[in-house]
């Protein structure tokens, strides 16, 4: 805040500062006068999987599964990607996941776009039925998703 207040003093040499932060970031809780801060929210970078099973299997899960071999398949669309446009099965297994191609029925079904923001934790599973595209038809998918991608606070500082 001191330096916020250094900058105001010195406004003849500061024409301008920015602040990047989380969407939830306060700042016009903590200035005097807030008409005098200009804020803009702006969309931040996107995320996507270019690689399905590669993702999914490179995260170390908790044992929030509370299954010893919690599984479902997996149906996954991508206009872009024909690797990544299938069906996979994915099992959880010790804090591990596999993803492997099969030609099951799916117990749900998703784009990737979804797939990705329930992947990083942008949205909760519930999230991603109401704003995304996934449908879940098993109950244990449901549980298994929920287990392997808590929703969190997502904020990628870096620019690519």
Not at 51 to 61: I, N, S
Request: net charge negative; aromatic share 6%.
């Amino acid at each position: 805040m001191n330096l916020l207040r250094f900058l105001a003093d010195h406004d003849s040499q500061v024409e301008a500062v920015t602040l990047r932060g989380p969407p939830d970031t306060r700042l016009l809780d903590e200035v005097e006068d807030p008409a005098m801060v200009t804020c803009e929210v702006k969309p931040g970078p996107m995320v996507r999987l270019v690689d399905v099973p590669a993702a999914v299997t490179a995260l170390d899960y908790p044992d929030r599964t509370n299954a010893a071999s919690a599984a479902f398949v997996l149906s996954v669309s991508d206009p872009l990607a024909e690797w990544n446009d299938r069906t996979f099965r994915i099992a959880v297994a010790d804090g591990r996941a596999t993803c492997e191609p099969t030609d099951a029925d799916p117990d749900a079904e998703v784009g990737v776009s979804t797939l990705s923001q329930l992947f990083v934790g942008y949205h909760s599973v519930a999230d991603a039925e109401t704003l995304g595209d996934l449908e879940l038809r098993d109950s244990t998918a449901r549980e298994t998703l929920e287990a392997m991608f808590p929703p969190t606070d997502v904020f990628l500082r870096e620019g690519f």
